[in-house]
């Protein structure tokens, strides 16, 4: 017999883009309850689920995907469903060491898809990335069918997850969906990101780093409409489909710092240009016909005033960005100085 209230194993659930799908879901679904199950690495802190960490049907449970007695002891509780954020996400992290990557992007998959099928879960939700696509030229766009053709550390990770999700559906028959999108901009985004390390420089009148010459093209979209995306394919997708998910929003780096620029009452002589990551994807651009179709979502937010809406919460939230930076060090930069996270050089920013 079905139980009345279902519950969501949500893995990397205090970062960004998984913290805003759990305020999402306890707020749009009361019949749904949640554990956040988090290893609190760099990358994700309990600061960002702190407004709902009493809420009744919210539970978090420190753990590491990769510890196959953790995960299957959080499963004995009761788990109906697998949301994946869990992973290694800063590109120039991978290019410096990849092996982090791997452990956690595909190893951690696999163990969390072991054990789905142990627990024989309802439904098994991959959140995956458009760079597992690579590079587009001027025109056209990702879909669903365009081959996999990864071009750093990072996104070949991702795609050999992928690649193991879509086998473990294929011989095993585990009941899995993937989503693939476009990137994301919100509130609680690591300050090592474009926009909040952008904003959080502008506000301080401090330099922004664009690498080379800030043509490379990006389809932006809000996390909010992200979230309702997901929760969309959990609920009404189709078992063993893949659904792209993008803004309909593409930007170069440069139109959207001079849109941040004229936001935030800031000059242009902000700007600085930095040497160009290794082999850097020019132009990312994703079809979604395919969840509008099928599933009848679309992207509710345009960038302007989805950009206001993050500015002002960063411009509230000091606190939050002053926690997050943990270990503040001094970096000359440009000629001038600034302070960054101790964790990695603020030039490096996935975009």
Not at 71 to 87: E, H, K, L, P
């Amino acid at each position: 017999m079905k139980r009345s209230i279902e519950t969501l194993l949500v893995t990397g659930g205090c970062g960004f883009i998984g913290s805003n799908f759990i305020r999402h879901m306890l707020t749009a679904s009361p019949a749904v309850k949640v554990v956040n199950f988090d290893a609190l690495t760099y990358a994700g802190s309990q600061a960002n689920v702190s407004d709902v960490a009493h809420h009744p049907h919210y539970r978090m449970v420190h753990g590491d995907i990769c510890d196959r007695d953790a995960v299957r002891s959080v499963m004995q509780t009761g788990i109906d469903s697998i949301i994946n954020f869990a992973a290694e996400t800063h590109v120039d992290r991978s290019i410096r060491e990849a092996s982090l990557f791997v452990r956690t992007n595909v190893l951690g998959t696999q163990v969390l898809l072991d054990v789905s099928r142990e627990f024989r879960v309802r439904r098994f939700v991959q959140i995956s990335t458009d760079e597992v696509y690579g590079s587009l030229g001027p025109t056209g766009a990702f879909t669903e069918e365009t081959p996999l053709a990864p071009t750093n550390p990072y996104s070949a990770s991702k795609a050999s997850a992928d690649l193991l999700v879509r086998s473990y559906m294929h011989t095993h028959g585990v009941p899995a969906l993937i989503t693939r999108c476009s990137n994301n901009y919100g509130p609680y985004q690591s300050p090592e990101k474009l926009v909040p390390l952008f904003i959080t420089n502008l506000l301080n009148d401090k330099p922004v780093p664009i690498y080379g010459d800030g043509r490379q093209v990006r389809d932006w979209i809000d996390v909010r409409d992200h979230c309702a995306a997901i929760e969309r394919v959990w609920r009404r997708g189709r078992i063993g489909e893949i659904y792209n998910v993008g803004g309909r929003c593409e930007r170069t780096n440069l139109e959207l710092t001079y849109l941040l620029l004229e936001l935030l009452g800031k000059p242009r002589l902000l700007i600085r240009h930095v040497s160009d990551r290794p082999g850097h994807d020019r132009r990312y651009a994703m079809d979604c016909s395919k969840i509008e179709q099928e599933l009848g979502w679309r992207p509710q937010r345009d960038l302007e005033s989805g950009l206001r809406e993050v500015i002002a919460w960063y411009q509230a939230n000091v606190d939050w960005v002053s926690q997050i930076r943990v270990g503040p060090t001094t970096r000359s930069f440009s000629g001038e100085h600034h302070a960054v996270s101790s964790t990695r050089d603020s030039r490096h920013c996935r975009d």
